[in-house]
């Protein structure tokens, strides 16, 4: 069983930053797709962003694109979601998931295999 851990959490005021570390101990993604999703209280499950594991392709759902940057650190088997300028609607728990989705199917939760136990994010006004 893959395990993902997240990490990085926490409270915010509106404006500022926070980053969140998806690590994969011992499992390597070559094939996969890393994704970030968000979950507000009661809304679905909702796509962020997500690259492949070699970089080469990210992408991101048009809320967060020039806020939010995704990269990933082979060596440390570690993904990354940097969030700048954060605003009260960010406030979710954030996911990280793994799958080998393609650029059609990424945005949608119900096809990916790992995921993370979810991180809370809270942006205050």
């Known amino acids: 069983q893959v395990q993902l851990v997240e990490s990085g959490g926490g409270l915010v005021q509106a404006g500022g930053s926070l980053r969140l570390s998806c690590a994969a101990p011992?499992?390597?993604?070559?094939?996969?797709?890393m994704a970030w999703f968000r979950q507000a209280p009661g809304k679905e499950r909702e796509f962020v962003g997500a690259?492949?594991?070699?970089?080469?392709?990210?992408n991101y759902a048009d809320s967060v694109k020039r806020r939010f940057t995704i990269f990933r650190d082979r060596a440390k088997n570690t993904v990354y979601l940097q969030m700048n300028s954060l605003e009260p609607e960010d406030t979710a728990v954030y996911y990280c998931?793994?799958?080998?989705?393609?650029?059609?199917?990424?945005?949608?939760?119900?096809?990916?295999?790992?995921w993370g136990q979810g991180t809370q994010v809270t942006v205050s006004s």
């Open positions: 011992g499992r390597t993604f070559g094939r996969y797709r």
């Open positions: 690259t492949t594991w070699s970089g080469i392709s990210t």
């Open positions: 998931a793994a799958g080998t989705v393609t650029i059609a199917t990424m945005t949608s939760a119900e096809h990916f295999d790992y």
